[in-house]
């Protein structure tokens, strides 16, 4: 049956945008969508917030601009989603384009685990000896990483957008529109559109230092495909902000003005990037470059991303389509176990859901908790098996109900009950001991 529900709007809101010469219909829908003001529907670059407002970015670009003088070498730590993947990528291209000395390193989430650990600085000491490190799409939790570099005399630059806890990480400098006392007015940015603000900015101090201008200088909206798809990808809210940067990427895309591990991925999934659609991007494109990251190693994802050679981005698009198939089955069974686990499941009853399994597979955790949360309307953390006694969590959850801050809160009341957490409002993950289970679960609800 088909059913229409009429959404409410603000009709102060869809008056003002009436009579800004908005059709009737479209004010009424817009307000409802939380729009101010007409110029909010502006797509055009000039329209985006400037990179000035994100608190330390003017340090950050003095910080580097100096380093690419120094000739000084530079490595990225990347995250291992599609988010992750596409920062590093942006950032891979942008610093070259700008004349960085620049590498990168991902963490094999199995064995690393997420972020900008002691053991991954150890490694990347030991296989990249860099100078500095920045970190894109993680690094704001990582006070102990940090700790390490700064111990071995290694600079970090953490570019992240997830929540910071109480304390910040010792780097030498942190740019994340969602650090204390930054008054940048989109808090939606993704780790990917944290990064390409960082090369704006960088490239704006090196404008001032007359190592080109406005005609020589390195034109960085080419990166554009690649932040549209990871802002989509990591379903970050697209505010007016955000809306600028998908409509200008998905206009290259359409234009055929795109990288081609793009363009291969877009083959790769039987879809026209000429026509392509936000929708595109977030379940056709993105969930092969994730699967890399949840089955295999990110390593081969990014790889896809920063090839120029189309032969090779196709080989690579290729893979990544046959290992989302395998992650799509081990998905099937995983929520097939978790249906008949929550058999007697009942929502009425229970504001949250948390479930384990020894079976589960870490990499897939995410997207089983989703398809619950959308089946119960339950924030939703699902568990698999990790290693010395440990499993870790991946958890979704619904508008109102703030799940990081939900784990924060869990870990102030029960300090010694989470081993480690971090994420954002709609999505987190968290470490607790096999035994700790139940436990967590009634501290959780």
């Given at each position: 049956m088909t059913r229409i529900t009429t959404r409410p709007y603000p009709f102060r809101d869809s008056e003002r945008l009436r009579q800004s010469g908005v059709h009737?219909?479209?004010?009424?829908?817009?307000?409802?969508?939380?729009?101010?003001?007409?110029?909010?529907?502006?797509?055009?670059?000039?329209?985006?917030?400037?990179p000035s407002g994100l608190l330390h970015i003017g340090d950050a670009a003095i910080f580097l601009a100096d380093s690419i003088a120094a000739k000084k070498k530079m490595v990225i730590v990347a995250d291992y989603d599609c988010d992750g993947a596409t920062a590093c990528a942006v950032g891979l291209r942008g610093l070259r384009l700008l004349g960085a000395n620049v590498d990168f390193i991902v963490p094999n989430r199995f064995e690393y685990g997420y972020g900008l650990t002691p053991e991954i600085v150890e490694l990347?000491?030991?296989?990249?000896?860099?100078?500095?490190?920045?970190?894109?799409?993680?690094?704001?939790?990582?006070?102990?990483?940090?700790?390490?570099?700064?111990?071995?005399?290694?600079?970090?630059?953490?570019?992240?957008?997830?929540?910071?806890?109480?304390?910040?990480?010792?780097?030498?400098?942190?740019?994340?529109?969602?650090?204390?006392?930054?008054?940048?007015?989109?808090?939606?940015?993704?780790?990917?559109?944290?990064?390409?603000?960082?090369?704006?900015?960088?490239?704006?101090?090196?404008?001032?230092?007359?190592?080109?201008?406005?005609?020589?200088?390195?034109?960085?909206?080419?990166?554009?495909?690649?932040?549209?798809?990871?802002?989509?990808?990591?379903?970050?809210k697209l505010d007016a902000n955000n809306r600028i940067l998908v409509a200008q990427g998905l206009k290259r895309m359409r234009?055929?003005?795109?990288?081609?591990?793009?363009?291969?991925?877009?083959?790769?999934a039987g879809r026209e990037a000429r026509r392509a659609t936000p929708f595109d991007l977030g379940f056709a494109v993105g969930p092969r470059l994730n699967a890399a990251g949840r089955l295999a190693d990110m390593a081969l994802g990014i790889e896809c991303l920063t090839t120029d050679d189309e032969?090779?981005?196709?080989?690579?698009?290729?893979?990544?389509?046959?290992?989302?198939?395998?992650?799509?089955?081990?998905?099937?069974?995983?929520?097939?176990?978790?249906?008949?686990?929550?058999?007697?499941?009942?929502?009425?009853?229970?504001?949250?859901?948390?479930?384990?399994?020894?079976?589960?597979?870490?990499?897939?955790?995410?997207?089983v908790a989703s398809r619950l949360k959308d089946k119960f309307f339950r924030p939703t953390i699902t568990f698999a098996p990790g290693s010395d006694g440990m499993i870790k969590g991946s958890g979704r959850s619904i508008p109102g109900f703030h799940l990081r801050d939900a784990l924060d809160l869990v870990s102030k009341h029960a300090p010694s009950l989470i081993e480690k957490f971090g994420g954002h409002a709609m999505a987190a993950g968290l470490t607790i001991r096999a035994d700790a289970f139940e436990t967590f679960s009634a501290a959780f609800e």
């Open positions: 009737p219909v479209l004010a009424r829908v817009y307000a409802a969508r939380g729009l101010l003001d007409v110029k909010e529907l502006e797509s055009e670059l000039s329209s985006l917030i400037a990347t000491a030991r296989e990249k000896s860099p100078d500095i490190i920045v970190t894109v799409d993680n690094g704001i939790a990582s006070i102990d990483g940090v700790a390490e570099a700064n111990r071995r005399g290694i600079e970090v630059v953490v570019t992240d957008h997830h929540l910071p806890a109480d304390t910040l990480p010792a780097a030498r400098v942190i740019v994340n529109p969602n650090q204390p006392e930054c008054g940048f007015p989109s808090k939606n940015l993704a780790g990917v559109g944290v990064m390409f603000y960082v090369l704006l900015a960088l490239r704006a101090e090196m404008r001032k230092r007359g190592i080109f201008d406005a005609q020589t200088q390195p034109k960085l909206d080419v990166l554009l495909d690649l932040v549209a798809l990871g802002t989509v990808a990591d379903v970050v234009a055929g003005r795109m990288h081609p591990g793009i363009a291969a991925l877009f083959r790769a032969g090779r981005a196709w080989v690579i698009a290729q893979q990544l389509d046959t290992i989302n198939k395998e992650r799509r089955e081990i998905e099937a069974g995983m929520q097939d176990t978790a249906l008949a686990l929550l058999d007697n499941f009942s929502p009425a009853d229970s504001n949250t859901i948390s479930v384990f399994d020894a079976s589960w597979h870490q990499g897939v955790i995410g997207i």
